[in-house]
């Protein structure tokens, strides 16, 4: 028998050749797989972990878009720094400028300021301007950072009273607009102008501006032919026109005529022999309101009621024609003698003629 240490080569501490031979069947070992699970979220957490998201991005975008706006509409670029207020001759153009400005001053909610070149308020300078009396047309432009404020001016051209004898009265314009009260005025420095039947106010027009007009010429004629300055006018809804006269006398006409041809119905019943001495203050009134039928009503207080045809001057006398006051006769013959009445005859001619 072999010793148990003849296997080991001599002197080597090695294994015999016969020990090294592998084995046919090697078994190799793998360690078990250990499968992670991936832990998943609730569907209705990742919607609102979404909507959490963009909610913090549309906020982050708006206050991005809120610190622009802020910072720009305050840039000197886009601020009104001056306001510059031109028009009129009385009205006081740095009170203006001076309400204007402070209407300026402050922010809109806080925010964007009232200065901002694209969003300043021009509304409520337009309210400035509309309640400054005598103020007129105005119109609101923006040069840059500049205002500019244009207007013109009302011109009082005669005053629109309550009644004949009142203190209420308002300026109107060369149109009949009434744009501001007027004080206490004494004197004829102005004429008088009533509506029967309306009631004065201001930013109103008194009647057409062609009828004012028609009565403008009228009394103009009446003065600058014939020496009667009108002091005192008086209308109606039907358009008759009745004029005061300075020193006494009214004149009563329409128009419905046109003024020309009242004037020379009137120049007419001057030209006569009758009444050639007919003047402010001499009668009571002369009413032209009847085309060639002209009525006097003298100061004695008698009637006389003239006729006259109109010709083709207005400057050629006509020889009035005289008639009863029962009958009103357009075709009557002139006669060299007056017929007078009394003053009930004078209402019952006027009733008839109206008829």
């Not at 300021?113 to 021009?122: G, I, K, L």
């Not at 120049?267 to 009413?287: H, M, T």
Request: charged share 25%; net charge negative.
């Amino acid at each position: 028998m072999c010793e148990p240490n003849s296997f080991l080569l001599k002197g080597r501490g090695k294994l015999s050749p016969m020990f090294k031979k592998k084995s046919p069947v090697k078994k190799k070992f793998t360690a078990p797989t250990v499968t992670k699970r991936r832990r998943q979220l609730d569907p209705r957490t990742v919607v609102i972990l979404k909507q959490v998201g963009i909610g913090l991005a549309l906020m982050a975008i708006i206050a991005v878009i809120l610190t622009t706006i802020w910072y720009v509409t305050r840039l000197s670029v886009f601020t009104v720094a001056t306001v510059s207020v031109e028009g009129g001759e009385t009205i006081d153009t740095t009170l203006l400028e001076e309400k204007i400005q402070t209407t300026l001053n402050g922010d809109y909610i806080g925010f964007i300021p009232r200065r901002f070149v694209y969003a300043y308020p021009e509304a409520e300078i337009f309210k400035i301007l509309e309640e400054t009396p005598r103020l007129k047309s105005p119109t609101v432009t923006r040069d840059g950072t500049t205002l500019n404020v244009r207007f013109e001016e009302y011109y009082p051209h005669a005053l629109w009273c309550e009644g004949r004898d009142s203190e209420y009265c308002f300026f109107i314009d060369k149109d009949g607009f009434a744009f501001s009260e007027a004080p206490k005025l004494e004197g004829g420095a102005f004429p008088r102008f009533h509506v029967i039947g309306g009631k004065p106010a201001v930013k109103t027009q008194m009647v057409p501006v062609e009828d004012l007009r028609a009565i403008e010429a009228l009394r103009e004629a009446l003065f600058n032919e014939l020496r009667f300055p009108v002091a005192f006018v008086e209308t109606d809804i039907v358009r008759d026109v009745f004029l005061g006269l300075a020193g006494g006398g009214e004149i009563k006409a329409t128009l419905r005529m046109p003024p020309e041809e009242t004037v020379a119905n009137l120049r007419s019943i001057l030209a006569s022999k009758e009444f050639s001495d007919l003047k402010p203050g001499s009668f009571q009134y002369v009413d032209l309101r009847f085309g060639n039928k002209v009525f006097v009503n003298e100061e004695d207080p008698n009637l006389a009621i003239a006729s006259s045809t109109a010709t083709s001057s207005p400057f050629t006398p006509v020889d009035a024609a005289l008639m009863s006051t029962t009958e009103v006769d357009s075709e009557a013959e002139a006669t060299s003698t007056p017929v007078t009445t009394d003053t009930e005859d004078t209402e019952s001619a006027t009733s008839t003629t109206n008829e």
